[in-house]
């Protein structure tokens, strides 16, 4: 079965007023795989009971993922393929929480031929239509008609800490188990057979290379 395109749309392809729409329902996996690529793990979007008592008086998506379906748009739809980012500008209107259905589009406003470049409205608005996030985009729309394969994107599976909790309080009612840890020749396997020891859980015999 042949994978689906990305065909793109050429500088003299374009014409002011086309535009092009995605649309995205906010999941509390969304907000976790953000934090965890980008590192910003302000509790604002993952600490439910400070984020109770902050401004807006629940979790919110990081803006920057509802700015990052702009960039999905450019890249991959209008003009697509080939396209040069040059700069955006975001003003984020309404906090996003998970739940909210967003709704992203891109429209071309203006297009310079010297150098193909294209400014575009951005919007991003929720499920009641009201904007949670405007800007302009200005970019280098590319010259070549391109139609090139959509790369499947790994699936991602999120397991936290907890998940492990019951097996571990479980493990503490009983005796150490003796276990052999076969190789532990790395910095992470000898802490990992060390900690697990001193919680009580493992009577390690460590089993080394001849």
């Avoid at 994978?3 to 392809?13: K, V």
């Avoid at 970019?139 to 907890?162: M, N, T």
């Avoid at 697990?196 to 460590?206: C, K, N, S, V, Y």
Wanted: aromatic fraction near 4%; proline fraction near 7%.
């Amino acid at each position: 079965m042949n994978a689906p395109l990305l065909l793109n749309r050429t500088f003299d392809e374009l014409n002011v007023g086309d535009s092009a729409s995605l649309t995205r329902v906010v999941r509390n996996e969304d907000i976790e795989l953000f934090a965890a690529v980008s590192g910003d793990v302000n509790p604002a979007h993952l600490d439910k009971a400070y984020a109770a008592t902050d401004i807006f008086g629940h979790v919110v998506i990081h803006g920057m993922w509802t700015g990052g379906l702009i960039s999905t748009l450019l890249g991959t739809e209008l003009p697509g393929p080939g396209t040069i980012y040059l700069s955006q500008d975001l003003h984020f209107r309404k906090p996003v929480a998970p739940g909210d259905t967003i709704t992203a589009t891109v429209t071309v406003l203006e297009k310079k031929p010297e150098k193909r470049i294209v400014l575009l409205d951005t919007r991003c608005v929720n499920q009641t239509g009201v904007d949670v996030l405007t800007g302009t985009a200005t970019v280098i729309a590319p010259s070549e008609k391109l139609a090139l394969p959509r790369i499947a994107v790994p699936e991602v599976l999120l397991r936290g800490g907890e998940r492990y909790s019951e097996f571990v309080q479980r493990a503490r009612s009983l005796p150490p188990m003796r276990v052999g840890v076969v190789h532990p020749c790395s910095v992470e396997a000898l802490q990992a057979a060390i900690e697990a020891r001193d919680e009580g859980l493992i009577d390690p015999i460590l089993i080394g290379p001849e």
